[in-house]
């Protein structure tokens, strides 16, 4: 199994622009989770998704937009680029919500917005 | 504001010694916690957990500690390694809100 992978790794955008950030798992996982990361603080969670078709606010969703049209796919969307959202992206999975078990994640992005 | 917070940000150990690395959090309705792990570069990896009705638990060279009377937990690392050199998070399980809060994290370096 790859696990979770996310594209890309990498992302400069300006004020502005808009893109998608890709997440996929091939565990089989109903639960997917989108966090960001400043530097040197912890995870934020922006949006989770508890099944295809399901999604949820988590505590920090302002500026972005998620959809799960598959168990395996759970893409991020930034409409409006501001240079707040300069920030590492993870995406998780887990086999039951929250912290029941131990959610798995990916190598995340890296977004420079300028 | 934070309600799952660590007491030090940064921790240096040599090379065999134990390191402890501790949390506080707030809310005495969390009732599980993980340990995760951050290397340079890369997400967070799963070290141990703990459910709140136990005060121990043990895995191969680690141990977490739950005090629920203070509301801290700690991770201990025996005979730390070069290898043990990250960042390591704790997290908070509030079912209320259905997913985990995430500490600052404590960035550890082990010394050769």
């Known amino acids: 199994n790859a696990g979770v992978t996310q594209t890309p790794k990498f992302r400069i955008l300006k004020i502005g622009q808009s893109m998608t950030l890709q997440c996929t798992q091939d565990m089989n996982h109903n639960y997917m989770y989108w966090y960001r990361q400043d530097p040197g603080m912890g995870l934020k969670l922006i949006y989770y998704s508890v099944g295809a078709g399901i999604t949820d606010k988590g505590e920090v969703p302002n500026g972005y937009n998620v959809s799960r049209s598959t168990t395996e796919d759970f893409p991020l969307r930034l409409e409006l680029a501001a240079p707040s959202q300069t920030s590492v992206y993870f995406c998780a999975s887990s086999y039951v919500q929250g912290a029941k078990y131990e959610q798995y994640f990916g190598p995340g992005t890296r977004l420079t917005v300028t | 504001g934070e309600s799952v917070g660590l007491h030090l940000p940064t921790l240096s150990v040599q090379e065999g010694d134990n390191s402890i690395i501790n949390c506080a959090y707030s809310n005495s309705a969390s009732d599980y916690f993980i340990w995760y792990k951050q290397e340079s570069g890369k997400g967070p990896q799963f070290i141990i957990d703990?459910?709140?009705?136990?005060d121990k638990r043990q895995g191969q060279r680690v141990t977490v500690l739950l005090n629920k009377t203070v509301k801290h937990l700690s991770l201990q690392i025996a005979a730390t390694q070069p290898g043990d050199s990250a960042v390591y998070f704790c997290a908070e399980y509030r079912g209320s809100q259905g997913n985990l809060i995430f500490g600052k994290g404590t960035k550890l370096s082990v010394k050769p």
């Open positions: 703990i459910r709140s009705n136990m």
